[in-house]
């Protein structure tokens, strides 16, 4: 079969997407589908050819569970994973439905808030390793403001640097073999959220005691809200060295978060993500962060989930077929191409060395003259993703 899914694709989706029930922004219009267990969903996830299945705590145990309704939960959960063959590669903590997190988890102005954040998240990273999960997600949705009368700035960085610390220390402490991947949003639901972009959590990563433990988990729509190039900044993760995993939706820039099915909004876009992570060959989870339209029943749902897989599979075909194509190729080699004259000059500085450049002779005006067949390029581009190439 055509673009089947198989477990090296390392397709995976969270209980979220799958089971959202089409409940929409606006809290009047509630829920359109009913509800699933958590075993349910890993049974829809085998059915359409899923690899894996990631959780918030809270998507398998409800925040009130008793002791005995989790076990209970966790053994139909195991039984489902075990007849599916479904692996959990990643777990994460819901530090935002819960009204306790109206201000924040980490960043809250309230003790009591910021150390039960900090407890639950504790035990939730104990559960997604008991599951065998190696990533863990925080996507810190309600650390932000409305009013920045509210709070410092300065201290909600310092705040969430202590709080990632000291889960650092707890990963170490407890020998589990686990790495954390910081996912930023610009906004929704909170009016803003701090470190904002996949950008500022790269440098925030640089300022944590264990800066090696920790990546980042960049979400096309977030980027996207913010109105920045999805992949330049998914590149610039990749080459520190900190692409640990990544969230695939779309999503229309300045609009509310749509986490529309990957691939259904800028074909283009999600063209030259597609080809970014299978030409450097990122090796991590491909993670559907995005549910079905509200209109749909579960039905709709696995069309949905097969929506998102097919569309990335088509698009990995086509970025096999650009690196192929001998005219797009060879455009890139006459744009790419270097005679060595100008090799004397790069590279590690020297005295001698930047005498020379400044001696060197330039043609501005001839150099800038050459034309750069992009716009050849760009439409060889467009035919191969229509199907007329
Ligand atoms: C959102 C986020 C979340 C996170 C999830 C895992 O916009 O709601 O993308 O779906 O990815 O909480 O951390
Ligand atoms: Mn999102
Ligand atoms: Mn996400």
Redesign the pocket.
């Known amino acids: 079969m055509a673009y089947e899914p198989k477990p090296e694709h390392k397709f995976t989706f969270?209980l979220?997407t799958v089971g959202s029930r089409g409940t929409d922004p606006f809290a009047t219009n509630g829920p359109t589908r009913g509800p699933k267990t958590p075993a349910e969903l890993v049974y829809l996830l085998g059915e359409v050819g899923a690899y894996g299945v990631n959780f918030?705590d809270n998507d398998l145990i409800p925040i009130d569970a008793t002791p005995a309704e989790a076990e209970s939960i966790k053994k139909d959960f195991r039984k489902a994973l075990a007849d599916t063959g479904l692996v959990v590669p990643m777990a994460?903590t819901n530090l935002f439905s819960d009204p306790i997190f109206k201000d924040g988890a980490f960043t809250s102005n309230d003790p009591t808030v910021r150390a039960y954040a900090i407890k639950k998240v504790l035990n939730a990273i104990d559960l997604g390793v008991e599951f065998g999960a190696k990533t863990y997600?925080f996507?810190g949705?309600r650390e932000g403001t409305e009013t920045d009368s509210s709070k410092s700035a300065v201290d909600a960085i310092k705040r969430t640097r202590e709080a990632i610390n000291f889960f650092c220390e707890y990963a170490l402490d407890k020998k589990y073999d686990l790495k954390f991947a910081l996912?930023a949003?610009p906004n929704e639901p909170r009016g803003d959220i701090y470190n904002p972009t996949t950008g500022h959590m790269l440098a925030f990563i640089a300022t944590l005691d264990h800066p090696e433990m920790v990546g980042v988990n960049p979400?096309v729509a977030?980027e996207h809200m913010a109105g920045i190039n999805f992949m330049h900044g998914v590149a610039q993760a990749w080459e520190a060295g900190k692409l640990f995993h990544i969230?695939l939706n779309d999503q229309y820039p300045g609009r509310y978060?749509q986490d529309l099915r990957f691939g259904s909004r800028d074909i283009k876009a999600a063209f030259y993500l597609v080809k970014f992570l299978e030409d450097v060959k990122y090796a991590g989870s491909r993670h559907f962060?995005a549910h079905a339209y509200r209109t749909e029943d579960y039905e709709g749902v696995k069309d949905f989930a097969r929506g998102c897989m097919r569309t990335y599979l088509i698009l990995k075909e086509k970025a096999a077929q650009f690196n192929a194509d001998k005219e797009i190729q060879s455009i890139l080699a006459e744009i790419n191409a270097d005679d060595g004259s100008m090799s004397k000059f790069f590279g590690k500085y020297s005295a001698e060395k930047a005498a020379a450049l400044k001696a060197q002779p330039f043609d501005r005006t001839a150099i800038a003259q050459r034309g750069l067949k992009y716009e050849r390029l760009d439409q060889l581009t467009i035919d191969l993703l229509l199907g007329a190439r």
């Open positions: 969270g979220w918030h994460t997600v996507w949705g996912e949003k979400e977030h969230d978060d962060d």
